[in-house]
């Protein structure tokens, strides 16, 4: 699905990625962990063509994403904010079926038909209607997730999608995108989550000073590290 070659970004004189190389396959849940400042976000972003590459290569379904003509399949990547991303002068309903209805993937009545069984199905059909300041911040992610998926995407990411919410929502929606998952969907998670990481993955990449430092089962990843960088990251973080 996703195949990294050789891959920079630069901010000005800043490297932020660093050769990276990667393989991502159909029905994979990744998640990306790492200290802050490693790259994580920056890569998410390059991944989805939010960022274009300093130097390298990024393919999606076999198609150059830094080109012009790749571009149109970055429509089947749908991606979660940390922040919701949420349009605060739209309700909950025209939020989700806003990008369906411009994309012209469904009419009006179809797309808000499909919107209200998508918030039936996370139980919150009687926000429809309501603006976002009016939710909660396990709502609004909730309404963020639902969001993408109307789009019909074959890979969802998500960019650490819980470090906004109060400890009492992030369950919600961790939960959500456990659900989610049971579809058989694509998923490329950066989060500091780490249980959540080791009950979700099927793969764990961790990331430092810009460069994928391990890459392997959760099992691997989190009881059998082989560098020391990853050792001292995940003892700093079992003293939290």
Same mark, same amino acid.
């Given at each position: 699905?996703?195949?990294?070659?050789?891959?920079?970004?630069? !901010?000005?004189?800043? /490297?932020?990625?660093?050769?990276?190389?990667?393989?991502?396959?159909?029905?994979?849940?990744? @998640?990306?962990?790492?200290?802050?400042?490693?790259?994580?976000? *920056?890569?998410?972003?390059?991944?989805?063509?939010?960022?274009?590459?300093?130097?390298?290569?990024?393919?999606?379904?076999?198609?150059?994403?830094?080109?012009?003509?790749?571009?149109?399949?970055?429509?089947?990547?749908?991606?979660?904010?940390?922040?919701?991303?949420?349009?605060?002068?739209?309700? @909950?309903?025209?939020?989700?079926?806003?990008?369906?209805?411009?994309?012209?993937? !469904?009419?009006?009545?179809? =797309?808000? &038909? /499909?919107?209200?069984?998508?918030?039936?199905?996370?139980?919150?059909?009687?926000? $429809?209607?309501?603006?976002?300041?009016?939710?909660?911040?396990?709502?609004?992610?909730?309404? $963020?997730?639902?969001?993408?998926?109307?789009?019909? +995407?074959?890979?969802?990411?998500?960019? #650490? +999608? *819980?470090?906004?919410?109060?400890?009492?929502?992030?369950?919600?929606?961790?939960?959500?995108?456990?659900?989610? =998952?049971?579809?058989?969907?694509?998923?490329? @998670?950066?989060?500091?989550?780490?249980?959540?990481? &080791? #009950?979700? $993955?099927?793969?764990? %990449?961790?990331?430092? #000073?810009? &460069?994928?430092?391990?890459?392997?089962?959760?099992?691997? %990843?989190?009881?059998? +590290? &082989?560098?020391?960088?990853?050792?001292?990251?995940?003892?700093?973080?079992?003293?939290?």
């Amino acid at each position: 699905m996703f195949k990294v070659v050789g891959l920079y970004k630069n !901010f000005d004189e800043v /490297k932020v990625l660093k050769n990276i190389n990667l393989e991502i396959n159909k029905g994979e849940r990744i @998640v990306i962990i790492g200290p802050s400042g490693s790259g994580k976000s *920056t890569f998410l972003r390059c991944l989805n063509g939010l960022e274009t590459v300093t130097k390298g290569k990024v393919y999606f379904e076999n198609k150059d994403i830094s080109k012009k003509d790749g571009r149109e399949t970055l429509k089947k990547c749908g991606m979660v904010f940390q922040s919701f991303n949420l349009f605060e002068n739209q309700t @909950v309903l025209q939020n989700i079926t806003l990008a369906p209805i411009k994309n012209k993937l !469904f009419d009006k009545r179809i =797309a808000k &038909k /499909k919107a209200m069984e998508l918030l039936d199905k996370i139980h919150l059909k009687e926000k $429809a209607n309501v603006y976002p300041s009016d939710l909660s911040g396990g709502q609004k992610q909730r309404v $963020a997730i639902i969001r993408a998926l109307i789009m019909n +995407p074959d890979v969802l990411l998500f960019d #650490e +999608p *819980t470090s906004a919410l109060d400890a009492e929502m992030i369950e919600e929606v961790l939960e959500l995108m456990k659900e989610v =998952a049971k579809t058989g969907m694509t998923m490329i @998670v950066v989060t500091h989550e780490l249980g959540f990481a &080791k #009950e979700f $993955a099927t793969r764990v %990449i961790f990331m430092n #000073e810009g &460069k994928i430092i391990e890459d392997g089962a959760p099992d691997e %990843i989190f009881n059998h +590290p &082989k560098t020391e960088r990853l050792q001292t990251f995940l003892g700093k973080i079992k003293k939290v």
